[in-house]
């Protein structure tokens, strides 16, 4: 959960280089992440670091992509 945490402040900081809508559309998906993470928070606890490791792949990618596509800067 404190991976998801991290994650929460690299999808808030996606404002200085992407526009507000596709912020919203990330925070979205981070609570997305998130609710998936207080869902296995019991019954696979293992499995919390890969979910903060691949929300912070999926910001990734998403903002590589939306600067080359959209030449975001």
């Given amino acids: ?7 929460f402040f690299l999808y808030g900081a ?3 280089v992407a526009p507000w809508w596709f912020v919203a559309l990330l925070m979205l998906v981070w609570v997305a992440f998130l ?9 696979y606890p293992k ?13 990734f990618v998403t903002l590589l992509g939306g600067s080359v596509l ?3 800067s």
């Fill in 14 to 16: 996606s404002a200085l």
């Fill in 70 to 72: 959209f030449d975001w």
């Fill in 35 to 43: 609710v998936t993470g207080c869902r296995w928070w019991t019954p």
């Fill in 1 to 7: 959960m404190g991976g998801l945490a991290c994650a």
């Fill in 47 to 59: 499995r919390l670091p890969i979910l903060a490791v691949a929300s912070i792949v999926v910001w």
